[in-house]
């Protein structure tokens, strides 16, 4: 839509991705569902399959109306030019790796990323023969350098980093791929539209629609947004090859979530900010991983960087507790549900030790917890964890 990228936020997320002419005039898109398209001709049909990438709709798995506004959303959101749906997250971070990558490759991965991208590079990605090489997330664009092989194709990024929330400099270390004319890869699911991640200089970005953009903890969906035509015609050659595809009823959930995520995210930020800094007064607490708080050894760069924060963060106890008395407190929440997929509307707690794997870091000096914030009252919130802590001291 003509002059939305100047907008801010909610409006854009209200305006985008919901042309007039495809609805008959009601305000949201209508799901479209179809595997085949009837073409007039043989000759059209032929027409149509090259050129699939201008949107001239072939077969249902190369997406309809529906998956094209969330497209159109989500690029813009994104800041790229190009975005393509994907039936999970974890698909949105396979398809780019494998598009970019082959056999006697190498990627570079931080060694806090989320745990099914570490799983596909050191199983799959392995067996067809890539390497991949774990780094520390909080490395210098020297000591990137320094570990940089001339078979080295993608730099993976993801900051913060899964559980432990390490920020990373994404500026610098982008800029020494791009020097090296490799692909640099972002899951940008924590930043979403608080990180720019083309206008930071990375390739590629990442989003699990899953979390804040479905908002509601109903769907799966992922995306992968591009700032080329020519990165795009890779991303959407490697995804419609394997064969991937999201639902149009989810796409239309998603567009539904974005339609209050401006909102959303702003009260959940707010209201995990205030989580943290009260976790931060407990004596049970060793550390708040959260980079918007001034004491996180990310907060400087995450501050230069982003222009805000979600409501995901970690705790890190002190060493006296064991796994079973962590396990304890999380059993013992009454208003935070115990699960994985964190952006919905409601609070999650997860004990995250044993799924904090590190090749190159140390491991964690005591136990963890990551939670999610969502939008109960966060007094109540803050009383419950109170109430759970205190099972510490029996
Ligand atoms: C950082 C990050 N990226 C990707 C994913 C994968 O998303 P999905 O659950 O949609 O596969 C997750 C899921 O938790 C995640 O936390």
């Avoid at 997320?13 to 009837?38: A, D, E, I, K, Y």
């Avoid at 972002?186 to 990375?202: M, R, S």
């Avoid at 629609?209 to 700032?227: F, P």
């Avoid at 209050?260 to 205030?274: F, I």
Wanted: aromatic residues 6%.
């Amino acid at each position: 839509m003509d002059g939305m990228t100047k907008r801010g936020f909610g409006t854009r997320l209200t305006h985008l991705g919901r042309p007039p002419v495809r609805s008959h005039g009601f305000v949201n898109p209508p799901v479209h569902r179809g595997s085949t398209v009837l073409q007039p001709s043989v000759a059209a049909r032929l027409e149509t399959a090259k050129r699939r990438l201008e949107r001239v709709m072939t077969y249902g798995t190369q997406g309809g109306p529906t998956h094209h506004a969330l497209e159109d959303l989500v690029a813009e959101i994104e800041g790229g030019t190009h975005c393509t749906i994907t039936g999970t997250g974890l698909a949105a971070v396979a398809v780019p790796l494998l598009a970019f990558l082959k056999a006697g490759d190498r990627c570079l991965m931080p060694d806090s990323a989320y745990g099914p991208t570490r799983s596909l590079a050191e199983g799959l990605m392995t067996g067809w023969g890539i390497e991949t090489t774990f780094y520390d997330p909080t490395i210098t664009a020297a000591g990137l350098e320094a570990i940089w092989t001339p078979n080295t194709r993608v730099l993976y990024l993801e900051s913060p980093g899964s559980h432990t929330f390490e920020v990373q400099d994404v500026p610098a270390l982008a800029a020494v791929a791009r020097a090296r004319s490799a692909v640099s890869m972002i899951d940008n699911t924590w930043g979403i539209h608080h990180f720019q991640p083309f206008a930071k200089g990375c390739d590629v970005s990442i989003q699990a629609l899953t979390k804040y953009v479905g908002g509601h903890s109903d769907i799966l969906l992922g995306s992968v947004t591009v700032n080329s035509a020519e990165h795009h015609a890779l991303v959407r050659g490697a995804a419609s090859a394997m064969g991937h595809y999201a639902s149009p009823d989810d796409c239309w959930l998603a567009l539904r979530g974005a339609r209050t995520m401006a909102v959303r995210l702003k009260h959940q930020e707010a209201a995990a900010l205030r989580v943290a800094r009260w976790l931060q007064t407990r004596p049970e607490v060793a550390r708040v991983l959260h980079p918007a708080l001034p004491e996180d050894p990310g907060h400087a760069v995450w501050k230069r960087d982003f222009t805000g924060a979600c409501s995901l963060f970690g705790v890190l106890f002190r060493p006296q507790y064991t796994e079973a008395q962590i396990f304890d407190v999380v059993d013992n929440l009454k208003l935070f549900g115990i699960g994985a997929s964190w952006g919905g509307y409601e609070s999650l707690a997860l004990p995250t030790n044993a799924a904090v794997v590190r090749r190159v870091m140390p491991p964690l000096p005591g136990q963890a917890m990551r939670l999610h914030i969502g939008l109960e009252d966060v007094d109540d919130l803050i009383a419950d964890l109170d109430q759970a802590l205190a099972r510490l001291h029996r």
